[in-house]
Structures are given as structure tokens and as C-alpha cells.
């Protein structure tokens, strides 16, 4: 899995605590917010248009997939052409 600290704006898909949410991944000084409308658990400084923030602790021993997991968030996956996104975020942020 790619290192989340490196999505910034792209989208996502997954289950938090069961629920079915997809959102826009958020990165503010190195820790991970997952944006979206479901569930609510961070003061999320930087929301990107969406209501809430589920906060991700950035792995020092574990996989992103155990960070994840540790956060309640299953079945997640990037979503649409990851690269192109990178690219364009990339292009935008110059």
C-alpha cells in the first residue's frame, strides 16, 4: 500500500467502524485525515469540503494495512487513476 502521508487530496473508499464511507484523504504536517461525510472522530484542520475527519496514527513498527486497521477502517482502497491524481497534485502545488 502506498504510504498515505503522500495522498493528499486523493480520493478513497472503506468501511470506518462498519460504515460505509468514501471521502478524500487529508495530510496536515505529516498526520493522515480521512475526509468524508459518515464519521466523525478528529478535529480535522483541513476537512477538504467534507464534514468530518477520521484521524489515521502514522505507523513507526506496522504496515499502513495494520494503521488502518488499529483505526477501525476496513476494505479501504485508493480510488481512480492514482498516478494521474499524483501528477496533477503535483503540477498544482508548483
Known sequence: MEDLRKCHGIKFRCKISGIAAEGVISVIKNAVYLCQNEMQAADTPEKLGYRHGWWV?????KSWEEALASADVRDFKL????VETIETTHFLTI
Do not use: V
Not at 496514527?57 to 513498527?61: D, E, L, M, N
Open 57 to 61: 496514527h502514522i505507523p513507526i513498527r
Open 79 to 82: 480510488l481512480g487513476d492514482y
